[in-house]
């Protein structure tokens, strides 16, 4: 078991920037490949992006590539989704979600097993 926090979420006008943390009590985290989805009011929850457990490759939704940068620092068990060029249809809340070595597929909500509870993030237009 491995308990996720999120934060960083917030207010920010279209085309501004934000950085959200995921903070994990597990001290094994590095085995683990760590997911951020995202899920606006009415909608379904979607895939952002991705790191793997082993070398760090990365994987994004078509949406926020290029905008969106995930990142991880193994030694304060801590993953990073750097967020710029936001638009007002990136608000949701987004959620951290992990799970131990590889999440296959890796845009899929199944294949993680353990959630944070979400951070707010709005865009404004």
């Known amino acids: 078991q491995v308990q996720l926090v999120e934060s960083g979420g917030g207010l920010v006008q279209a085309g501004g920037s934000l950085r959200l943390s995921c903070a994990a009590s597990?001290?094994?985290?590095?085995?683990?490949?760590v997911g951020w989805f995202r899920q606006a009011p009415g909608k379904e929850r979607r895939f952002v992006a991705a790191i793997s457990w082993s070398a760090g490759s990365t994987n994004y939704a078509d949406s926020v590539k290029g905008r969106f940068a995930i990142s991880r620092d193994n030694a304060k068990n801590t993953v990073y989704l750097q967020m710029n060029s936001l638009k007002p249809e990136d608000t949701a809340v987004y959620y951290c979600?992990?799970?131990?070595?590889?999440?296959?597929?890796?845009?899929?909500?199944?294949?993680?097993?353990?959630w944070g509870q979400g951070t707010q993030v709005t865009v404004s237009s």
């Open positions: 597990e001290r094994s985290f590095i085995s683990y490949t």
């Open positions: 979600a992990a799970t131990r070595f590889t999440a296959q597929p890796v845009g899929v909500q199944g294949a993680y097993d353990y």
